[in-house]
């Protein structure tokens, strides 16, 4: 199923994508976090739910909202986790083109969480250094703590896509992630959640991000340095991890700051990140 938040007639909903449009899932549930935490009986409901409603609301008249607009938590992401996009990384701060031996974690705050179309605020006066970043995002299903790693994926709820926007030149002066990825709307989420019954293995998907539509980042989610078994695994072995938990799982090479000359986002910039069989995040830089 192709889960979303959305908004019709001023109205904050939850419900089912399908060719015909969206059904409406809000008498199961009224919000997506809920859903999640009902668990697979609730789920199983909304299947039913999707097959049997006589009619849908087209997408196009309805707004879609970030499949979780307000996590209960920091986004928890991982960094240099393509081989790749961490010696593009390194070589444009003149470090050693050295590959992490551990997940690299740090976190997003909930407040940065974007809306699909929704416009991304550059901010100009505090960096002049944006950059994009697609990534695969999972979102967790229920209660982990010390997983094993062939476990892991049983706890995955489904997959959405992020674009993990970030200030360079902020990440370098602050020397921590956090705050120069966390600006509000710097989170772009979705189109949907993605059940992880329809992506058996999300390591077997192509990732991509258009800048205006020139491909720039074209990788696969196999390359990951870190796998997402491994990640579950090393995060839940010291966090509890919670059902709406959202683990993104960084971003390939193709952004802004490894390029030669340097491309930084500007104005107008249409961002379209797209995961197989999970579509497409579109937004515009502001
Ligand atoms: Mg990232």
Redesign the pocket.
């Known amino acids: 199923m192709k889960l979303v938040t959305y908004h019709h007639n001023g109205v904050e909903r939850i419900g089912a994508v399908r060719s015909d449009g969206v059904v409406d899932l809000s008498v199961l549930a009224p919000t997506m976090l809920d859903l999640i935490a009902g668990g697979p009986g609730l789920l199983d409901q909304a299947r039913e739910l999707l097959a049997q409603a006589e009619s849908a609301t087209p997408l196009e008249a309805v707004t879609l909202l970030a499949p979780i607009p307000r996590p209960r938590k920091n986004i928890i992401?991982l960094?240099m986790n393509y081989a790749a996009h961490a010696i593009e990384s390194l070589r444009a701060k003149g470090l050693p083109e050295k590959l992490p031996e551990y997940p690299v974690f740090f976190s997003k705050a909930p407040t940065a969480v974007n809306h699909p179309g929704g416009s991304v605020p550059l901010m100009p006066e505090l960096s002049s250094e944006r950059d994009w970043?697609v990534?695969l995002a999972l979102v967790i299903g229920r209660q982990a703590r010390n997983v094993a790693k062939e476990e892991a994926l049983t706890y995955v709820f489904g997959y959405t896509i992020l674009n993990?926007v970030s200030a360079r030149d902020l990440q370098t002066r602050h020397q921590q992630f956090f705050f120069s990825k966390s600006f509000d709307g710097s989170a772009p989420m979705g189109p949907w959640i993605v059940t992880a019954d329809e992506i058996p293995d999300p390591h077997a998907l192509r990732i991509q991000l258009h800048l205006n539509g020139e491909t720039v980042q074209d990788s696969h989610t196999g390359d990951m340095i870190f796998d997402i078994p491994t990640s579950i695994a090393t995060f839940s072995s010291g966090v509890t991890l919670e059902p709406g938990d959202i683990i993104?799982t960084?971003?390939p090479s193709g952004v802004g700051m490894g390029m030669t000359p340097q491309r930084w986002l500007k104005s107008g910039d249409v961002m379209e990140c797209e995961i197989e069989r999970i579509g497409v995040l579109r937004n515009v830089a502001e």
Do not use: A, N, Q, W
């Open positions: 992401c960094g970043e990534e993990d993104t960084g971003t």
